[in-house]
């Protein structure tokens, strides 16, 4: 006997895409369950485990946080903790509670007959975006440049030494464009932030519009609130571009194949389509199919590098010279809303016929 199993927290929608795509009876089970230890499986069962995006979800998010705690002290400050909808937490002490969580959650293996669509160790892996970086670099997959600072200081004073002038500060662990700085900058009179993040009651949180600071203090206000480790920094390079927007490219790619090519605009550098950006028609767009190619085949490639990974989102980049870079792996990044292949099937449709 076989069953499906959809981790998840427990309003989120991607279970009814996912019970919808499969057309099969779905248990569904939280995160919160499993960290507190509330599930149980048959032995005379196989399950197969899909696990979602744990985003989206203020409850989810502070018990990741607290199963990261190592005293009493910090438990309590969490636990009194008022976390409010988009607001940037500790993106360490998250990191480190979501690993311990998708560890134990790949212990279950050990003892229950599981086959895990999307390996939580693999999962994992894709979720360190200067791992990641590094791992595709030494299998020969063209990533952007990569900068070793130690801090903001650091940064400025290499990109000034390199003749750097422009580059993205991304938390190491994180989707969505959470927490992602585009940074500028000539000398201390000539500096640009964009990103989501914006300051409130002291606090850091992700608005839905991107933000543009271009002063040393308002800079700081933000930077001050970040630990410089938490942070990957790589090279901004630019956008192909049509119709005065900048376009990069969504590659769902499943079971080795990519199934589906999203090319997303913006009239600004960061194109994550929740912030209001455009999903453009790839057939619409001056490219030939040599490119369009050039940008499936990149994104194979990487996911050859994580051969647990059934299926992932890759961000690929095409520069104005149609060179192609892969930007990051997202294993929960094959949602994507009102689109379908030439076959009429959503992502999550075409992913469930080839789990077949």
């Known amino acids: ?70 005293t009493e002290l910090q438990r309590e400050k969490i636990k009194n903790s008022t976390f409010s909808f988009g607001q940037i937490s500790d993106f360490q002490l998250w990191y480190k509670g979501w690993s311990l969580l998708l560890q134990r959650i790949k212990s279950l293996e050990n003892i229950h007959n599981i086959t895990f669509i999307n390996d939580p160790l693999e999962i994992l892996a894709v979720f360190n975006k200067s791992e990641t970086i590094k791992h595709l670099k030494n299998n020969g997959v063209t990533v952007p440049l990569q900068l070793n600072c130690n801090s903001y200081s650091h940064l400025k004073q290499t990109m000034l030494e390199k003749q750097i002038h422009q580059v993205f500060l991304k938390p190491k662990a994180g989707s969505s464009a959470s927490g992602v700085m585009a940074f500028r900058y000539r000398n201390e009179k000539s500096l640009h932030l964009y ?39 790589e090279l901004w390079l630019p956008k192909y571009k049509e119709e005065k927007l900048n376009i990069d490219f969504r590659v769902v790619v499943i079971n080795g194949k990519s199934e589906f090519v999203v090319p997303r605009g913006s009239t600004h550098t960061i194109t994550n389509l929740h912030l209001g950006n455009e999903k453009l028609d790839l057939n619409k767009l001056n490219l030939d199919l040599n490119t369009i190619e050039k940008i499936k085949t990149i994104a194979e490639k990487a996911m050859r590098c994580y051969p647990k990974l059934f299926y992932a989102g890759v961000d690929v980049l095409l520069t104005p010279k149609k060179q192609v870079y892969v930007l990051e792996i997202n294993a929960f990044g094959d949602m994507l809303l009102n689109i379908t292949n030439t076959n009429n099937y959503t992502t999550h449709e075409q992913c469930a016929l080839l789990l077949k």
């Open 195 to 233: 990103t989501t993040i914006y300051l409130k009651d002291d606090a850091l949180f992700n608005s839905l519009k991107l933000k543009h600071y271009n002063t040393k203090n308002n800079i700081h206000q933000i930077w001050s609130k970040i630990p410089f480790k938490s942070l990957h920094v």
């Open 1 to 70: 006997m076989e069953q499906h199993i959809i981790i998840a927290p427990k309003n989120s929608r991607r279970i009814q895409f996912w019970k919808s795509a499969l057309q099969k009876e779905l248990i569904s089970i939280t995160y919160i369950d499993i960290i507190n230890k509330k599930v149980s499986f048959s032995e005379k069962t196989h399950y197969r485990v899909r696990l979602e995006s744990p985003g989206e979800d203020i409850e989810t998010y502070k018990q990741i946080l607290l199963l990261a705690c190592d």
